[in-house]
């Protein structure tokens, strides 16, 4: 069983940065892509940045250049620094782990983002 708890959210003006953790608990975190997502009142989820068990990383076109994307396998934790933070950056985050033999996906409790303007 897959536990994901995220930390490092809170309120940063704009402009500013945060760093957000996610640690894994459970086995086989190395073979399996990881993800943040995000939320922002009334609307859908959506991908901000993920990566795979090699390190290549993806990002949203919203935060590319800005968000920085990386896992430590041996610590099992995945890191999302976030830079040059706007409001519309403001949301709950989301960890997320993707079994690649199940398919099945773990998310963690979520970290609230608030950046002010």
């Known amino acids: 069983q897959v536990q994901l708890v995220e930390s490092g959210g809170g309120l940063v003006q704009a402009g500013g940065s945060l760093r957000l953790s996610c640690a894994a608990s459970?086995?086989?975190?190395?073979?399996?892509?990881m993800g943040w997502y995000r939320q922002a009142p009334g609307k859908q989820r959506e991908l901000v940045a993920s990566i795979v068990s090699s390190g290549k990383s993806t990002y949203a076109d919203s935060v590319q250049g800005r968000f920085t994307i990386s896992r430590d396998n041996a610590k099992k934790m995945v890191n999302l620094q976030m830079n040059s933070l706007k409001p519309e950056d403001t949301g709950v985050y989301y960890c997320n782990l993707k079994n690649i033999f199940t398919s099945h996906n773990y998310w963690g409790q979520g970290t609230q983002v608030t950046v002010s303007s």
């Open positions: 459970g086995s086989g975190f190395s073979l399996n892509p």
